[in-house]
């Protein structure tokens, strides 16, 4: 989901992820036999480089590269 996911500006692009996520638990909220009163949070965050949004590193060594 989170890759499907996209911004031109950076720094919009956690709260979108961020809002995406509640929809779904709050879909799946809505389905549960528990009716209780419920909270939820959800967050994201993303690496920058300048303006380059970081993807979670693939492997060890492309996380090594990201540091050089």
Do not use: C, N, W, Y
């Not at 911004?7 to 992820?17: A, F, N, R, Y």
């Not at 638990?25 to 009163?37: F, G, R, Y």
């Amino acid at each position: 989901m989170e890759k499907a996911i996209r911004d031109p500006d950076p720094l919009e692009l956690p709260l979108k992820i961020s809002q995406a996520k509640a929809h779904t638990l709050l879909a799946q909220l809505d389905q549960a036999t528990d009716k209780s009163p419920k909270l939820l949070l959800t967050s994201d965050q993303i690496v920058l480089f300048g303006r380059e949004v970081r993807e979670k590193p693939s492997s060890r060594a492309e996380a090594l590269a990201f540091l050089r």
